[in-house]
């Protein structure tokens, strides 16, 4: 199976630009070319950008996805690192929960600033943000 790039954008749901992008950062392997220069991907591109965009939808950055395709691409090495990536991902998505749950906090106290339509003269939250007093 040869496909062209638009092709493959669209079997894996993702862009024409983000498959170039991932070329780049070297992420995938660059396709073969036909006659016309055109870029052609077989089963290997599709399987590894299936890979890859499964990452990122776990919100992985590019180096950690780099990391698990180094692993994936040699079955037979310890997969250690792996374990201690994906632990440091769970620490820094509980963290980034954590965040968030503190600015909805912020963003309702915020709210109650201004609990009516009124002038934005005297709109309370306009008024918070400019004196930073509903920051703690």
């Given amino acids: 199976m040869l496909i062209k790039i638009g092709e493959l954008a669209t079997h894996t749901g993702t862009t024409v630009e983000t498959i ?6 070297r992420l995938l392997p660059e396709p073969t070319r036909s006659q016309g220069n055109y870029r052609l991907y077989n089963e290997a591109h599709f399987e590894r950008l299936q890979f890859i965009l499964h990452c990122r939808t776990l919100d992985m950055t590019l180096d950690e996805v780099r990391t698990l395709l180094q692993y994936r691409d040699k079955p ?14 769970i620490d820094a998505v509980e963290k980034r ?11 309702l106290e915020l709210r109650q600033k201004c609990v009516s339509e009124a002038l934005a003269e005297s709109c309370g939250i306009l008024h ?6 509903c920051h703690r």
């Fill in 20 to 25: 170039r992008y991932y070329e780049k950062e």
């Fill in 76 to 89: 037979d090495k310890n997969c250690g690192e792996v374990n201690i990536l994906l632990d440091e991902h």
């Fill in 97 to 107: 929960m954590e965040e968030l749950i503190q600015l909805k906090q912020h963003l």
């Fill in 128 to 133: 918070a943000l400019a004196d930073n007093s």
